[in-house]
């Protein structure tokens, strides 16, 4: 038998988010971080039925507008607004059910903080950080706040993890785009 089962599923296809303001979200991904707009769709409603709870889990007056993006390489973000009556707008903490951040690979993570830190409405976090001991040792890092409060994380890896001494399981590693990534060997 083996000990690690196929997966069911493929890679990552995209992650999404829902921000309070698409118009404004789309130009910060798109001009801050250098993404690209693939297509928007919207306004998506069904006024008398129930299909925004059947397939999304909202209420079912939900208005919703929605972009893709291509964000470096390998990765597609998502992102949704909706007009909802029962709509929460309080953004969760990380620490918070539900809580997440967008994590960013740079190549110069010094250079990508002074640009984003001199942005307007773009907060960073303490500092960068760098990762002294344990299986990311020489990582560095930083997290920082969009102009709606999204927490993005840039990381900056070294070459080789001191984790990847002991297993064969590799992270994708965006200066390695050619060879095999992020799977057992």
């Not at 693939?38 to 079912?60: C, E, F, M, N, Q």
């Not at 002074?114 to 409405?121: I, K, S």
């Not at 907060?123 to 001991?133: C, E, P, Y």
């Amino acid at each position: 038998m083996n000990a690690h089962p196929r997966p069911l599923l493929g890679a990552v296809h995209h992650v999404a988010y829902t921000v309070p303001d698409l118009d404004q979200a789309v130009t910060f991904f798109t001009e801050a971080l250098g993404a690209e707009l693939a297509y928007r769709a919207g306004p998506i409603s069904d006024p008398d039925g129930d299909w925004t709870t059947r397939h999304l889990g909202v209420h079912p007056r939900a208005v919703v507008r929605l972009a893709m993006l291509r964000l470096g390489p390998v990765g597609n973000l998502e992102l949704f607004e909706y007009a909802v009556p029962d709509q929460r707008r309080a953004l969760p903490l990380n620490s918070d059910w539900g809580g997440h951040h967008l994590a960013l690979w740079t190549e110069d993570i010094d250079a990508a903080v002074a640009q984003l830190a001199a942005r307007p409405g773009v907060r960073v976090l303490g500092g960068i950080d760098t990762v002294t001991d344990g299986p990311i040792s020489g990582a560095r890092w930083v997290y920082l706040t969009t102009p709606w409060g999204m927490q993005l994380e840039l990381i900056h890896l070294p070459e080789q993890l001191p984790f990847e001494e002991s297993t064969a399981v590799r992270l994708f590693d965006p200066r390695k785009l050619n060879e095999r990534q992020g799977v057992s060997r």
